[in-house]
């Protein structure tokens, strides 16, 4: 696991305090967010030889759904949290996988040097500006033809689909952002987790 030498800045812990981190691996399992894992996974399909960023990859639990589903892949995982992170390689201990110590907003990584980058449950962490810089930096880390899959909280946006499963074709704020940095979006996926409400799932291309 790498420390980069990154600006400091603020950030809120997954749980939303660092005491809480003990329950992060308690909730992914009884809300059933592996399920919105799996899905992510499914809708990027990375392939052998590519390579998957994980922005704000906490634990680990996206990257592992994606390293038991596609061995030949190169992983990567960006949090700001070291306990995170240490949490993050004991689980990827046996995965062609690399962790660092980053904020989104600053990714570490030269120009078109991802595949595919994911991001679950990180984004409404960050303010409207800090969610734009976000959103920059990942255009700019995707190669031509790559691809972002992020799922978030729903928002209001979203309006009569709420706690429904399914594609969503109204005004949503999030694919707006993605849109407004570059990318080609697709519709929302939305799905109903227990405890977490409803999920947004982003999928949006470099074109």
């Known amino acids: 696991m790498a420390e980069k030498s990154s600006q400091e800045r603020d950030y809120l812990p997954g749980m939303g305090k660092h005491y809480l981190l003990p329950f992060y691996d308690l909730l992914h399992r009884v809300s ?9 996974v499914g809708l990027a399909r990375p392939q052998p030889g590519q390579r998957v960023l994980d922005v704000g990859c906490g ?71 800090s969610q734009d810089e976000m959103l920059a930096e990942v255009r700019r880390v995707l190669k031509p033809g790559g691809v972002l899959v992020l799922a978030d909280l729903a928002s209001h946006g979203h309006g009569h ?14 694919r707006q952002r993605i849109e407004a940095a570059g990318f080609t979006a697709e519709p929302t996926v939305l799905r109903k987790l227990r405890m977490f409400g409803t999920i947004g799932i982003e999928v949006a291309r470099v074109h």
């Open 59 to 129: 634990t680990g639990n996206l990257l592992r759904a994606t390293a038991k589903r596609h061995a030949g892949v190169e992983l990567v995982g960006v949090d700001p949290d070291l306990k995170m992170l240490a949490r993050a390689e004991r689980k990827l201990r046996r995965a062609n996988a690399r962790l660092d110590r980053g904020f989104a907003q600053e990714l570490a990584f030269p120009d078109d040097s991802f595949d595919v980058v994911f991001s679950s449950l990180m984004l409404h962490h960050l303010d409207s500006r």
């Open 161 to 174: 689909g709420h706690g429904e499963s399914g594609h969503h074709h109204g005004g949503d704020a999030v």
């Open 32 to 40: 059933s967010l592996g399920r919105v894992h799996a899905e992510m």
